[in-house]
C-alpha cells in the first residue's frame, strides 16, 4: 500500500508553532507502524490495523514571514525540520503575497502530486495554498478551521472564510467554532472538533521557558541600537505589551493616547516590557513616540522574542496587553490576565464570559483603564477549554487518516 502523502505549509510566525506538534505527531504515526506492538497482549486500542498507511510528509515555507532570521531562530527552537521546499514570497501586498504564493505553490503541487494538503491558521499563505490546492483537485485539510471574528475588515477573516469554504476536512479548536462551521452550512461529515493545537506547544515547551532567567531573556534581547541598560535582578511585577495591528499602530490619533497611557499610567506602576513589532516601531518613529518610551527607566523595549522568550515573558506577567490571537490563547491556559486590544476576536472561548483570561477593550482609554485596574485587583486564574489538553496533533492525524480512505483506497 503506497505512503499517504501530506504537503503541509506554513508562512509566518503564527504558523510555526502549530505545525510543530502535527510533524511530531506524524513522525510517531509512523514510528507506530515502524514497531507495531504484540497481538498477543496489546490492548485493542494500541493494535494497528494493517491497512493504515505510513505517511510521507512534505513541509513547504512560502517565506512571508518578515523576518527570516526569526523564522529561522522559530524552527530551530521548535525542533521544525528544515523545510523540504522554500518559495521565498517576502514581503508584499496582501494582493502580492497572495499571488505570488499561488503561482509558485502551484508548481509544487504538480511537481509532488500529494494526496492532502494541510493548512494552518489564517495568513495569506493559507488563503493562497486552499484555491491552488482545489484547482488541482487536491484534497484540502484546515487545522484551526471555524474561527470567526466576523470582521472583514480583518484581512485573516477572509482567510479564514475562503479556506474554510473549499476545505474538504475542518478540524476545529473549539466547539464554538464548530457551531460556526455549522450555520454556515458545513456538513457535519467535514467537521472534526479535535482541540487546540497551539496548546500542545505550549506544554511541550513550558518547562523550559520557565527555567530560563527573566533578566536574561532582556538583556539578550534589548532593542537593538538602544543604549545599554541596568537590568533588575528580580522584577517585582510587570505588564507585557505587543502591538502590530494597523487599527492600533498606524493612525497617530490611536497610537498616541496608547503610548502616554503606557508611559503615564502602567509604567508608573509597574515594569513594562514591549518585544516591539517592525509596524510599530515604524509609527513609534514616525510619530516623535520613541524617544518617550526609551528614555523611560521602567519600559523595556524589546527586538521581537522567539518563541520560549516569548512564552517566559507571557508566564511571568501580571497582565498581558495584547492585540494578537495567540496570546489570548496562552494566557487562558496559563491564567494570566489578557487585555485584549481589539473591538472583536475569532477566540471568543478565551474571554471571561466563557471562562477565559481575556478582556476585549478595543483601543478605547477608558475601557483600558477600567479593565487594567480591574485585572490589577483580581486576576485571572487558568482556565482550559475542553481538548486543549496538549493532545490535539494526534486527533488532527486520526482525522486525516480516516478520512483519507484508509478503509476504502486501493492498495
Known amino acids: 500500500m503506497p505512503p499517504l502523502k501530506l504537503l503541509s505549509v506554513v508562512g509566518a510566525r503564527p504558523n510555526f508553532m502549530k505545525i510543530a506538534p502535527f510533524i511530531r505527531a506524524i513522525n510517531d504515526h509512523n514510528l507506530k507502524l515502524a514497531i507495531p506492538p504484540r497481538r498477543d497482549f ?17 513541509l513547504v515555507h512560502t517565506g512571508q514571514h518578515y523576518d527570516l532570521r526569526m523564522s529561522d531562530a522559530f524552527f530551530s527552537a521548535l525542533n521544525i525540520p528544515a523545510p523540504d521546499i522554500n518559495l521565498e514570497i517576502g514581503s508584499g501586498t496582501h494582493a502580492e503575497q497572495v499571488g505570488q504564493t499561488m503561482i509558485a505553490f502551484e508548481k509544487v503541487l504538480k511537481e509532488h502530486k500529494p494526496d492532502w494538503v494541510i493548512l494552518v491558521g489564517d495568513v495569506n499563505a493559507t488563503l ?13 485539510c484546515h487545522i484551526e478551521a471555524g474561527l470567526r ?28 467554532s464548530s457551531e460556526n462551521l455549522r450555520r454556515e452550512g458545513v456538513p457535519e461529515s467535514k467537521i472534526s472538533f479535535v482541540g487546540n493545537i497551539m496548546i500542545d506547544t505550549l506544554e511541550e515547551h513550558r518547562s523550559k521557558a520557565s527555567e530560563m ?6 538583556e539578550n534581547n534589548l532593542l537593538s541600537g538602544t543604549p545599554p541598560r541596568t537590568i533588575p535582578h528580580v522584577f517585582d511585577g510587570y505588564i507585557s505589551l505587543t502591538l502590530h495591528r494597523p487599527s492600533n499602530v498606524d493612525e497617530r490619533s490611536t497610537f498616541e493616547p496608547l503610548v502616554r497611557f503606557l508611559v503615564e499610567e502602567v509604567a ?29 527607566p ?24 495584547t492585540d494578537s490571537g495567540g496570546l489570548q490563547e496562552e494566557c487562558c491556559v496559563l491564567g494570566v490576565p489578557c487585555l485584549t486590544m481589539r473591538w472583536n476576536t475569532e477566540r471568543p472561548v478565551t474571554l471571561k464570559a466563557h471562562g477565559g483570561a481575556s478582556v476585549l477593550v478595543g483601543n478605547d482609554i477608558g475601557l483600558i483603564q477600567k479593565a487594567y485596574h480591574d485585572a490589577i485587583s483580581s486576576p485571572a486564574a487558568p482556565s482550559r477549554p475542553p481538548l486543549w489538553d496538549g493532545h490535539t496533533a494526534e486527533r488532527c492525524i486520526q482525522a486525516i487518516v480516516e478520512y483519507g480512505g484508509i478503509k476504502g483506497d486501493e492498495a
Not at 471574528?149 to 476545529?172: C, F, G, H, K, Y
Open 42 to 58: 496489546a490492548p485493542l486500542s494500541l493494535q494497528i490495523a494493517p491497512q493504515v498507511r505510513k505517511i510521507e510528509h512534505l
Open 128 to 140: 493562497a495554498c486552499s484555491v491552488t490546492a482545489k484547482k488541482e483537485h487536491i484534497r484540502v
Open 149 to 176: 471574528s466576523n470582521d472583514l475588515d480583518m484581512p485573516e477573516e477572509i482567510n479564514r472564510l475562503v479556506t474554510d469554504r473549499l476545505a474538504d476536512l475542518l478540524l476545529t479548536p473549539d466547539e464554538i
Open 213 to 218: 532567567s527573566l533578566k536574561s531573556v532582556i
Open 268 to 296: 508608573s506602576d509597574f515594569q513594562l516590557i514591549w518585544p516591539v513589532h517592525p509596524r510599530a516601531m515604524k509609527q513609534l518613529r514616525r510619530f516623535d513616540l520613541f524617544q518617550l518610551v526609551q528614555d523611560h
Open 298 to 321: 521602567r519600559i523595556f523595549l524589546l527586538d521581537p522574542l522567539g518563541y520560549h522568550e516569548m512564552l517566559r515573558l507571557t508566564m511571568g506577567s501580571r497582565i498581558m496587553l
